[in-house]
């Protein structure tokens, strides 16, 4: 997942932050979510996309254009893309520092 993990996620647990051209990132590396469930960090490319993510302050959810939303799964205890729901606590987010 974004967090923990060997070779590039290693100690990506660190912090997490919101750049201002729409990218997440710990560290030197990007979260990246392939358009699947799962993040992963990967080296940051400017083409956007799996790498691109929507903070909205009013809702606090994270997004993606396909309609996910970043989510916290206690259970795996990762940080997944899963569909956006109105209520779920694991899917509101605030940053400390923003960079919107």
């Excluded at 989510?71 to 960079?99: I, R």
Aim: hydrophobic share 25%; net charge negative.
């Amino acid at each position: 997942g974004c967090f923990g993990g060997n070779g590039p996620n290693t100690n990506s647990d660190r912090f997490m932050m919101l750049t201002k051209d729409s990218r997440l990132m710990g560290l030197n590396f990007c979260c990246d979510s392939g358009f699947s469930d799962e993040l992963q960090f990967h080296a940051c490319h400017e083409q956007g996309g799996a790498q691109a993510f929507v903070y909205d302050p009013a809702t606090r959810r994270i997004r993606q254009g396909n309609g996910k939303c970043v989510t916290g799964d206690s259970n795996k205890q990762k940080v997944t893309m899963a569909d956006c729901e109105e209520g779920n606590k694991n899917q509101l987010w605030t940053f400390e520092y923003p960079y919107f």
